[in-house]
């Protein structure tokens, strides 16, 4: 019983080392499009599911009041791409609405 809880703790430590860092992620109402951080929360990307217009918006620490914009008007099922920044610290995703006000998910932190 004893090695059984050794073991089991010596597992839990490794296992905390090796977790990777939690990237932050959005999809956009009825989820056409999704955007999630990647390289340490550095980049973004985002990929629609229609071949409908979509973009997220999100803050980086090198600009906290400045918001920045990745769109997608690409075909269905591609991925767009922004450079590598300060972290992401916010972001939202949106399906765009020719003449009117855009579906945004709430902001994710």
């Known amino acids: 019983m004893k090695k059984t809880v050794i073991g ?32 340490s929360d550095s980049q973004v990307s ?28 690409s075909a269905k099922n591609t991925t767009a791409w922004s450079g590598k920044g300060g972290r992401v610290t916010q972001m939202r995703t949106c399906n765009w609405v020719k003449d009117n006000d855009d579906e945004c998910s709430r902001w994710y932190r």
């Open 8 to 39: 089991l703790a010596i597992a839990g430590v490794a296992m905390l080392g090796a977790s990777p860092a939690m990237a932050l992620s959005a999809y956009s109402p009825s989820a056409k499009a999704y955007a999630e951080t990647h390289a």
């Open 46 to 73: 985002l990929t629609i599911y229609t071949d409908q217009y979509a973009h997220t918006d999100y803050y980086r620490t090198t600009d906290p009041s400045d918001p920045y914009h990745l769109w997608n008007k």
